[in-house]
Structures are given as C-alpha cells and as structure tokens.
C-alpha cells in the first residue's frame, strides 16, 4: 500500500530523513515508532506529497506518492498530530465540510462517531482543546471509510478513555480489512494494536518486524520481593539488564521473549510482592541502541 525506497530529506544542515525504507502492507496496523524528531512526521508529509523528498521513491498505490497526490487523497484518511481548525466554525461544521471536500455522505457513521468519541459538535472550533481538536479530525477520518489511514500521533491530547475508544475503532477497520499506518513514540500505545513496527530513530528504520519478532527488544521492569532469596537463579539470563539486589527484595529488567521463564523462576520463590513496569520506547533505546551498548547496533 506505500512504499518508501531510500529517503533522503534534509532541511539546511539537518538531515531529517536519512536513506529511509518503509513497507506498508495490505490489511496491515503497522506502527511506526521513535523518539520525537526522528523523523516520523517528516516521512508522512513526503508519502502524502505535502513535501517533496531531495531523493528516493514515495508511492501509494503502486502510485507516485508526490504527482498522483490528488488522486490517492481520494481514497485516503490522515489525521495529524497537531490539528488546526477554523475557530469560527462549529466542531460539527468543520467534520461536515472536510467530509464534502472529500465528496462523502455518511451521516449514520458520522452520528455514531460522535457518540463513540463522546464529542459535542455544537461549539466553535475556537473553544476546543486539544483532544476535541483531535477528536474533529479523527471523526472525519473514520467517516470518511477509506481504505488507507495514515495516522500521526493521533492520540496526542485524547484522555485515556477515548485512547481505548480509539483503539477500539482501529481494531474494527482492521477487521473490515482496512490498511492503518500509525506513528507514534509511546511504544504501550500502538503494541496492542500493530501486527508489523517499523522502528524509526534519526531518519532511519534501525529494527522492523512483527511484535513477536520484537520481543526480544522490549525490556520490562521488574520489582520483586519472595519469600526465599532468588539467589543465583537468574544468572543463566545474561539478558536481564540492571540487576540490583538488596536482599529478598530484587529489581532488573528483562526482555520480553523471557519474562515467562523468569516470572516463573521467581515464582518457586514465593512472591510476596511484585511490580512490573511496561516496556517504554526510551528503555528500548538504551537498552540495545544507546551510546553505551557494546553489541554495535544503530548509533
Ligand atoms: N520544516 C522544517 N524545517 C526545519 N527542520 C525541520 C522541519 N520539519 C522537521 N524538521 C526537523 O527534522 C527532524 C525530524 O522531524 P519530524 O519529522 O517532525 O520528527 P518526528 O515527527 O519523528 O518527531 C527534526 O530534527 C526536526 O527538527
Ligand atoms: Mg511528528
């Protein structure tokens, strides 16, 4: 559905795009995450040909992404990370007019999104915060029924709530068979829904993959405390990162293709108290990319 071959795109001296690849298939929820500035809205501006890239291929379609921009507008829904609207039209208006711009009538969808979203569509856009800004864009898109999102932070500003109703939604255009590419740097935040990443950091993809396949990237932290000490027990595990140990209380974090056999290691102890932290994008990146890992990946 869009391909980016080799990416070049530099703003004066900052190469914001540097030799990029991505690969977004038929049916597919492909995350594309990484850190803020990576490069995430600067490669979705070239595939939407907002923006023209200084080399490289961009195409939707089997088509090129920046001459056929018109046409595969058509058949595409994108909402942005940062939505502005006219402040003197009404939130219900203003998904009225992007939805005739696009020539679609979809009244039952449009009403039933707003209910899903828990929008009021009677106040001018001016008095919107930042989550009902997204909440106009993010209705519009959905009912508007194309056949390819493309998604920019969508979430940003929504509260947890109607991150879950967006989540929601997603996973039934996945169902009716839907292509969604969503951005992101809150790795939490896409893992439930994607079944392909895509890992972007400073203009390149550096790790790509199903999640599963992934797994073994994303560290999560682990605070426990057992009734038996823990010993040497989990020394087998040269993978587990920051081992601490103050007695029955121990702390590290471990690599999900593990977490199993390591929860249940700890278990034979006793459990008397356990945390456990999700993996964060951050961690990710410190963990197998920061300056200071020896194994020579990225940097
Ligand atoms: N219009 C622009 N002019 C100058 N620099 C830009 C512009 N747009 C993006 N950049 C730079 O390109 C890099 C990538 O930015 P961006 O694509 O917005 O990253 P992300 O969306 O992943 O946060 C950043 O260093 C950013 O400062
Ligand atoms: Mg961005």
Redesign the pocket.
């Known amino acids: 559905m869009i391909i980016l071959r080799d990416i070049v795109k530099t703003?004066?001296a900052?190469r914001?795009l540097d030799g990029l690849d991505l690969e977004v298939r038929d049916g597919q929820i492909h995350g594309f995450i990484?850190p803020?500035?990576?490069?995430?809205?600067?490669?979705i501006r070239i595939m939407l040909g907002l923006i023209k890239a200084n080399s490289g291929q961009a195409s939707i379609f089997g088509q090129d992404a920046f001459k056929e921009a018109v046409r595969i507008h058509r058949r595409i829904a994108y909402v942005p990370g940062e939505v502005s609207l006219w402040p003197n039209l009404t939130g219900g208006e203003v998904i009225d007019l992007m939805l005739s711009l696009n020539g679609v009538k979809q009244d039952d969808l449009k009403d039933e999104l707003i209910e899903v979203f828990d929008f009021d569509p009677g106040k001018k856009c001016r008095t919107y915060s930042k989550g009902n800004r997204q909440k106009v864009a993010l209705i519009a898109a959905f009912a508007s029924d194309p056949e390819l999102y493309i998604l920019d932070e969508p979430t940003s500003g929504l509260d947890p709530l109607m991150v879950a109703a967006f989540q929601d939604r997603v996973l039934q255009e996945k169902a009716a068979g839907k292509t969604v590419l969503l951005?992101s740097?809150i790795l939490s935040e896409v893992e439930q829904l994607c079944d392909y990443i895509s890992i972007?950091r400073q203009?390149k993809i550096i790790d790509a993959g199903t999640l599963a396949e992934l797994r073994h990237l994303t560290y999560t932290d682990i605070t426990v405390e057992t009734k038996e000490p823990l010993g040497a027990s989990l020394e087998q595990y040269p993978q587990i990162l920051n081992f601490e140990s103050d007695g029955n209380n121990v702390h590290f974090s471990v690599p999900g293709d593990i977490l199993g056999d390591v929860i249940a290691i700890i278990s034979k102890k006793g459990i008397i108290k356990l945390e456990s932290m999700p993996p964060t994008l951050e961690k990710l990146f410190i963990g197998h990319y920061g300056k200071d890992s020896a194994d020579g990946h990225g940097s």
Do not use: D, L, P
């Open positions: 703003f004066g900052v914001a990484g803020n500035g990576a490069g995430k809205t600067t490669a951005s740097h972007i203009g």
